[in-house]
């Protein structure tokens, strides 16, 4: 996959990580847009670092989408750790 497939899954990666943990968050749509594709490349770094799964050129890959999507949950749960709920 590319750059531009990479950004795509993450946008829709946050999109997802969004609905699971609902809520308001310190960054908003766009701190979550970028949540979302920087959990998608970590997912993917990891997926293919230590789970040995390598990164495909298949933008449907299943394992791929679990990994950015688990990526940018992980992202945004250390977002709202750090950050709190600063939109009060």
Do not use: E
Not at 28 to 41: K, P
Not at 44 to 63: E, N, Q
Not at 66 to 83: C, E, N, P, Q
């Amino acid at each position: 996959m590319g750059i531009i497939s990479w950004i795509i899954l993450g946008l829709l990666a946050g999109v997802v990580a969004k609905v699971l943990l609902p809520g308001r968050d310190p960054g908003g749509f766009i701190g979550t847009t970028f949540i979302g594709i920087a959990g998608a490349f970590i997912g993917g770094w990891i997926s293919a670092r230590w789970l040995d799964h390598p990164i495909t050129k298949d933008f449907y890959d299943g394992a791929t989408w679990v990994a950015a999507i688990g990526g940018s949950l992980v992202l945004l749960i250390v977002y709202r750790l750090l950050f709190g709920n600063s939109r009060d």
